[in-house]
């Protein structure tokens, strides 16, 4: 193995010779400069793969220096050293190019164990197979058999005006399905979204039918509901096995009779809008339970589209994770991260409670972590393949002969114990309301753990 050059660029002797003796134990090559002038000198006449790099130096501040280094030899990998324990100056020198951060006193077998990350990382960067040039961006990813079922059905379902329901875990991507189906519909009004499960049932009424002035406190003008909004196009309801029973029953009216009244209101009002709903639910299995109307569930449930869940689908994992960072770089204007082959089979092998949601939240910390361009497995935090994933049952026979309500709790305590009990990082992954967690942890019993952000 070719042996690493090391520059150390410090002007305090006896440190600067504490390192390279350190580093030369260990086989490394050392040189040592004493000011910013010496330094870019080494630099420019020689080839070094680190360089560790004082922040105060005799004719100059190591900040300054440092994008002269990187100008000179941009694949150099560089750590900043500093006494003063400035959390600004960490800030700037990794956004201008750092690869990495020490304070002083320097403790050489830490400094060690990041030079040997920094590069791993490097060599993982320069084996990675090459990006592909980015297709053309799409909103619903794969290959496999099960999407290209979830594309027939967005087809058929495009061609009429019926209602459709459209099922699935929490995070599989319900919406972007949603979407489809109206804009492959040529509906020419607009496509308007409403989580029934984010807002209050009074407030939710009103933002469906709309509201009269004065219609209650705070209501200072009339207001046209989501229906009037949809009016020629879609209207979306996501989450909505959460709609009241008193709900229910104004929704199924102006399903069957395009006809409403704002809050307020006795206008009768209509709407031509073509509904398409999303739940996590089975609703027919909620209405035999009695906790949704069965007319309402069939009014709904014309046509159904089924969204699979992402463990359903693992051979479509590395061309979703390539379309998020695609979209998620350009979204963050950040340098999109390449991932290793470990890395991909790290995350073909995680489950995935919150599917897609969670994979795309995942690479968003993935992209803006990433250092020389390449994400490895250990910036994933996911758990090794094959470990038990808290509040998994190893027997399928007794998943299938849970109840709804039961899979549902388990689910939910799965997040929660995943994200540490931290409620808006489980929301996400969920897909659901604060408000609509909250009342789903009360109502389980679940324990929402420590953390409460």
Known sequence: MQKTHLLIIEDDAALAEMLALHFEDQGTTVETAGDCTAGLAAVSAG??????????????????????????????????????????????????????????????????????????????????????????????????????????????AARGAATVLVTGESGTGKEVVARLIHEHSGAPGPFVAVNCAALVDTLLESELFGHERGAFTGANARKPGRFEQASDGTLFLDEVGELAAPLQAKLLRAIQEKAFERVGGTETLTSNA????????????????????????????????????????????????????????????????????????????????????????????????????VATPDLLDLPDAGASTPGTDSDDHAQVLRTLDEVEADHIQRVLLHTGGHKAHSCEILGISRPALDRKIAKYGLKSGKAEH
Do not use: C
């Open 47 to 156: 080839h070094f793969d680190v360089a560790l790099l004082d922040q105060h130096l005799p004719d100059g501040d190591g900040i300054e220096l440092l994008p002269k280094l990187l100008e000179t030899a941009p694949a150099l990998i560089v750590v900043m050293m500093t006494g003063q324990h400035d959390l600004e100056l960490a800030i700037d020198a990794m956004h201008q190019g750092a690869a990495d951060f020490v304070h002083k006193p320097v403790q050489t077998d830490q400094l060690e164990a990041t030079i040997g990350r920094l590069l791993s990382q490097r060599r993982e960067a320069a084996t990675a197979p090459s990006p592909t040039p980015p297709a053309p961006q799409r909103d619903l990813i794969g290959r496999s058999a099960a999407m290209l079922e979830v594309s027939k059905a967005i087809a058929t």
């Open 274 to 373: 073509r509904i398409v709903a999303a739940t996590n639910r089975d609703l027919m299995a909620q209405a035999a339970a009695g906790r949704f109307r069965e007319d309402l569930a069939y009014r709904l449930r014309v046509l159904e589209v089924r969204v699979p869940p992402l463990r359903e689908r693992r051979e479509d994992i590395p061309l979703l994770a390539d379309g998020l960072l695609t979209r998620i770089a350009e979204r963050l204007q950040v340098q999109r991260p390449r991932l290793t082959e470990d890395a991909l089979a790290r995350l073909g092998a995680y489950d995935w409670p919150g599917n897609v949601r969670e994979l795309e939240n995942l690479l968003t910390r993935v992209a803006l972590s990433a250092r020389a361009g």
